[in-house]
């Protein structure tokens, strides 16, 4: 995937949604931030800001941070939007072999007891579902990759229905999105959220498969190339 970014160096986030940066020229604005959780270690002061601008003239801030580049050079993909896009991207072009075989995908399903949506069914041709929860991890503590990055309810949620739906038979498949580059294998942030660390246990040992793929950032003239191309470690 390829996103055209221009630079800024970051003031600070706050109200969750948004960010003050200081632009190439010297001036300073506001942009938006898809981002609803801690950003632990990805919204440093000074740290540099990738942002891209939206077309749509009415929009209030059409800038949107994509990338946050560390002052140790990692670069960090804070979008959650892009997590599903580089996920469906990978599944489609071959690189996710555990996700492979199927005949058709489809988007924000509804499914379970929780009113949950999942962010992709894949049907294959002998009509068996999967079902696959993609999850941002952007967290690194010395360096050690983790997630969550702050307590989860919905996470915890997720995990419930995908242990239901691997009891049903269907397969239940969470697959984390390693969207910073300095991490290379992850583990559940127990310190962080505990009890979302012992539904991810219970998960695994319910049958759901829980894998990882981490993200490679290739920087262009006027844009950056992102896509989820090498396999990482889960330990659980």
Not at 31 to 54: K, L
Not at 135 to 148: A, D, H, I, M, R
Request: hydrophobic share 40%; glycine share 6%; net charge neutral.
């Amino acid at each position: 995937m390829e996103i055209n970014l221009k630079k800024a160096s970051l003031i600070k986030r706050y109200k969750r949604f948004l960010a003050d940066i200081t632009l190439e020229n010297g001036s300073d604005c506001t942009i938006h931030v898809a981002n609803t959780g801690a950003m632990t270690g990805c919204a440093v002061p000074d740290d540099a800001v990738w942002y891209s601008t939206s077309d749509n003239l009415k929009r209030k801030y059409p800038f949107s941070w994509e990338l946050t580049q560390t002052q140790k050079n990692h670069f960090i993909c804070v979008n959650t939007i892009r997590a599903n896009q580089l996920a469906e991207h990978a599944i489609l072009n071959g690189t996710i072999a555990e996700l492979q075989g199927f005949k058709a995908l489809n988007r924000e399903v509804k499914y379970g007891e929780e009113n949950s949506k999942i962010d992709f069914h894949l049907l294959d041709k002998d009509g068996r579902e999967t079902f696959i929860e993609v999850k941002s991890v952007t967290l690194l503590e010395e360096n050690q990759g983790y997630f969550p990055d702050a307590v989860t309810l919905r996470g915890q949620k997720h995990l419930r229905e995908l242990i239901a739906m691997a009891e049903k038979g269907h397969r239940a498949v969470l697959l984390f999105a390693i969207l910073h580059s300095g991490i290379n294998d992850i583990k559940p942030a127990e310190h962080i959220d505990a009890k979302y660390t012992k539904l991810l246990r219970e998960a695994s040992q319910q049958g759901v498969e829980i894998i990882a793929y981490k993200a490679i950032f290739q920087k262009e003239e006027n844009s950056f190339i992102i896509n989820l191309a090498n396999k990482a470690p889960v330990i659980l």
